[in-house]
């Protein structure tokens, strides 16, 4: 069932200063630990008004993710992909290449400190993104995230295309979401994608959408800013090792 709630939270997200939000696209596969190590100082940074706020888009190597709900039998075969456990909310989820990953770090006291809220704009985010592809994104009551209805599967049938997980220290944002623009399904086999048995993953190009990606990101960048508001172009960070 939608959630009319989610719809009805789900609204203009705009900060109140009104400054741009910087917009970062990294290059290659970005190392899981180090891109944790760089959201958690830039999250602080941006709590204590020493940073200003990032949407940071990357591609990470094959490898699975475990949130604060992770249940240790949802990982199916622990030993095909390195396991990180993350301190992000949700349950077991993948990220590898074809997959577009967003780390948003936003300041929630400049905009509205509300979890819930910013949780459904999240998602108003990504179906905005998908509805540019002719793909009809849906939210589900009990499930976060965003869903494509399936009825080449079934009538009933559905794929998760999207996932959200988030975490949150002084209001200031970290973790975000992940949108399969072109992976390798059969790597989400290895675990139980958030929990979920009934219903199965897809991406936009087993949708028969042949995008690239940044095709892709150009299309995030303006459902971005029509909610969010306006972003910078900056460069990449530069992380420790690289």
């Not at 990504?126 to 793909?135: P, R």
């Not at 290895?190 to 150009?218: K, N, Y």
Request: glycine fraction near 8%; include cysteine.
């Amino acid at each position: 069932m939608v959630s009319n709630l989610r719809d009805s939270l789900a609204d203009l997200f705009l900060s109140e200063s009104g400054d741009s939000v910087e917009w970062a696209i990294a290059e290659g596969l970005t190392p899981y630990e180090q891109a944790v190590a760089f959201m958690e100082a830039r999250a602080q940074a941006i709590a204590e008004g020493q940073a200003r706020e990032l949407v940071w888009l990357v591609e990470h190597p094959p490898l699975y993710t475990a949130g604060t709900s992770a249940q240790p039998s949802d990982l199916v075969e622990p030993n095909r992909f390195p396991v990180h456990q993350t301190g992000r909310g949700g349950q077991y989820t993948y990220h590898g290449p074809g997959q577009r990953v967003a780390y948003v770090m936003l300041d929630l006291k400049r905009r509205k400190p509300d979890l819930r809220r910013y949780v459904a704009t999240l998602e108003s985010w990504l179906i905005q993104t998908l509805a540019e592809f002719n793909i009809q994104g849906e939210r589900r009551e009990d499930r976060v995230g965003v869903w494509v209805r399936r009825p080449d599967k079934g009538e009933t049938a559905e794929d998760k295309i999207a996932a959200i997980g988030i975490r949150v220290r002084r209001w200031a944002t970290y973790h975000g979401i992940s949108l399969n623009v072109e992976p390798d399904l059969a790597h989400f086999t290895g675990i139980v994608p958030c929990g979920v048995t009934q219903h199965g993953v897809t991406s936009l190009v087993d949708l028969g959408i042949l995008v690239t990606m940044p095709e892709v990101d150009a299309v995030m960048r303006k459902a971005f800013e029509d909610i969010f508001g306006p972003t910078e172009r900056v460069e990449a960070p530069l992380l420790s090792g690289n």
